[in-house]
Every structure is written in C-alpha cells, then in structure tokens.
C-alpha cells in the first residue's frame, strides 16, 4: 500500500522559511516524478514543484527563487525548502507521487497534506 507522510508545516513569520518533508512507502521510488502542491481555502489545488526522476525541476512562477525542491532516493523521501515566505504562501501543502505507467498528474498518489501558515 502507498503512503505519503507530510512533515515541517506550521507558523512563520513572513520572511522567514520552512523546510517541508514527504516520506514515502512506495516501490521504485527513484523512478517516479514527485510533486509538491497547495490549496489555500476557497482556491484550487495548484502545482508548486515537481522533479522527475532525472533530478529535472519545475516550478510555480509565484515561488521561483524561493522554493527549491529535492529528492533523496535512499531514503525514500522529497523536500520543499521554503525561503522568504509571503502570507499568500499560505496553504495546506501536499505531496504526490506518480503512478507509474499512467499519466502525471492526472493520475498520483497523494498525501494527508500539511499546513504551512504565514503571518504578516
């Protein structure tokens, strides 16, 4: 069964930064794209960061130079680093993982999310 655990969200300052985490129990981990992406209350689920497989990254125009995502395939796990973070980052951050075969991103499997608050 996939499992994806969302870790590192919670209340900062503008300004400031978090590091999100995305543990995953899934097989051939190293082969799939991974994706970072938020809702904030009354708005749609947007793409934030996704890196595939190769290392190769895209990201959100709202967040470049801000955010960095990465991936450590011993360990299973994907990393958003937050820098300079605006109350409009605010958002309940998900992580998802690509099935493979299928079409990114229509089809993935998601995690419960984590809340990442930004006060001004």
């Known amino acids: 069964q996939v499992q994806l655990v969302e870790s590192g969200g919670g209340l900062v300052q503008a300004g400031g930064a978090l590091r999100l985490s995305c543990a995953a129990s899934?097989?051939?981990?190293?082969?799939?794209?991974m994706g970072w992406y938020r809702q904030a209350p009354g708005k749609q689920r947007e793409a934030v960061a996704v890196?595939?497989?190769?290392?190769?990254?895209n990201y959100a125009e709202s967040v470049k130079g801000r955010f960095t995502i990465s991936r450590d395939n011993a360990r299973n796990t994907v990393y958003l680093q937050m820098n300079s973070l605006k109350p409009e980052d605010t958002a309940v951050y998900y992580c998802?993982?690509?099935?493979?075969?299928?079409?990114?991103?229509?089809?993935?499997?998601w995690g419960q999310g984590t809340q990442v608050t930004v006060s001004s």
């Open positions: 899934v097989r051939s981990f190293s082969n799939r794209t």
């Open positions: 998802n993982a690509e099935k493979l075969g299928r079409t990114y991103p229509i089809y993935a499997y």
């Open positions: 890196i595939t497989s190769g290392g190769t990254t």
